[in-house]
């Protein structure tokens, strides 16, 4: 059956003892804070978040944060250091049995939204991205960057990566560009398009290259989510999974709650089912809801924990169709 996870921060705090009490084993993880001469990749930093997070009742099921990574992103003079770090991490990883690492291809700016103050239902605020406010946006520093050099260095980074990452246990989920247009601000986005998850599989073929299946950002690329799951599910390539929905279309859009967007979600969970995902699923970009605080758009409190009672419900009535 498939696991219900949350992302939680490295110190425990009242979300730990919330996502605990509504029934949630399972943390996604962001990397830990440097301690003392240690980096956060480094193997104390990260077997101290990993104890702390068994110590209460957790498993630690993925790492979804990066250590730096623009050069290598970019095919700049610098990678071979950055390089060597996400070695350095991954057989770390390996050595604690965290066996999931989502990553992705989103140069300078990762993910990007115009606006996180956009009235939902019973005046929620969710986030939203419209592209035509990003018409006269200018370059970053880096100026133009086009998406063959992003495919160039994306073909370089795994050809080093994939055997670390095979020896080490630790699969590379790859996750969408988000919003998954290209380019933005000059920087071009190759992880936008079914084809080009596709084409990420192919170009270094390996058992732990796969993708984080991001169901907002495959809503906009793709009106069958279903069938997509079956795809790239069938190849045994999706290994971790947000779960999330968006409305709109891919130059504008925006968050929904999760039981109020136009995918059918419980289709989607059919869809891990019969492929027989066993893996982590995590509720992503909630609504902030009355009584929370925006000042981390996406993911308040409340809204989470809205989110993980609807899926249990979903997954419940899903399991017992069989």
């Given at each position: 059956m498939i696991e219900i996870a949350e992302m939680l921060g490295s110190q425990p705090s009242l979300l730990w003892d919330q996502v605990k009490q509504i029934g949630v084993n399972h943390a996604v993880a962001g990397l830990p804070p440097a301690q003392g001469n240690d980096k956060p990749w480094d193997f104390m930093?990260?077997?101290?978040?990993?104890?702390?997070f068994e110590d209460a009742g957790f498993t630690v099921s993925a790492i979804e944060s990066s250590p730096p990574m623009d050069r290598l992103k970019m095919g700049l003079p610098g990678r071979e250091e950055e390089l060597d770090i996400v070695c350095t991490m991954l057989s770390n990883m390996?050595?604690?049995?965290?066996?999931?690492?989502?990553y992705n291809w989103m140069?300078?700016?990762?993910?990007?939204?115009?606006?996180?103050t956009i009235p939902s239902r019973g005046g929620a605020m969710v986030t939203g991205y419209d592209h035509g406010?990003?018409?006269?946006?200018?370059?970053?520093?880096?100026?133009?960057?086009?998406?063959?050099?992003m495919w160039e260095a994306l073909h370089?980074?795994?050809?080093?990566?994939?055997?670390?990452?095979?020896?080490?246990?630790?699969?590379?989920?790859?996750?969408?560009?988000?919003?998954?247009?290209?380019?933005?601000?000059g920087i071009?986005?190759?992880?936008?398009?079914?084809?080009?998850?596709?084409?990420?599989?192919?170009?270094v073929p390996s058992p732990v290259s796969g993708l984080t299946f991001c169901q907002g950002n495959f809503a906009l690329m793709t009106d069958d989510q279903p069938t997509a799951i079956r795809h790239?599910?069938?190849?045994?390539?999706?290994?971790?999974?947000?779960?999330?929905?968006?409305?709109?279309?891919?130059?504008?859009?925006?968050?929904?709650?999760?039981?109020?967007?136009?995918?059918?979600?419980?289709?989607?969970l059919r869809a891990y089912r019969d492929i027989g995902f066993e893996g982590v699923l995590r509720p992503d970009h909630v609504p902030t809801m009355a009584g929370d605080r925006n000042d981390q758009p996406g993911y308040s409190s409340i809204g989470r924990l809205f989110a993980v009672g609807y899926i249990k419900g979903l997954r419940e009535a899903v399991y017992r169709e069989r």
């Open positions: 930093p990260l077997v101290r978040m990993k104890t702390a390996g050595r604690l049995g965290i066996r999931v690492w989502c140069a300078v700016l990762n993910w990007m939204r115009t606006s996180s406010l990003m018409k006269n946006a200018p370059l970053t520093p880096y100026g133009e960057v086009p998406e063959s050099r370089y980074f795994l050809e080093k990566v994939v055997p670390v990452a095979q020896e080490a246990g630790v699969q590379l989920a790859m996750h969408p560009d988000d919003p998954p247009l290209s380019p933005l601000r071009g986005r190759i992880m936008r398009s079914v084809e080009n998850f596709q084409k990420l599989i192919d170009l790239f599910g069938k190849q045994g390539k999706i290994f971790f999974v947000h779960f999330r929905d968006v409305q709109g279309y891919v130059e504008k859009y925006e968050e929904t709650f999760h039981d109020n967007g136009p995918t059918d979600m419980m289709a989607c």
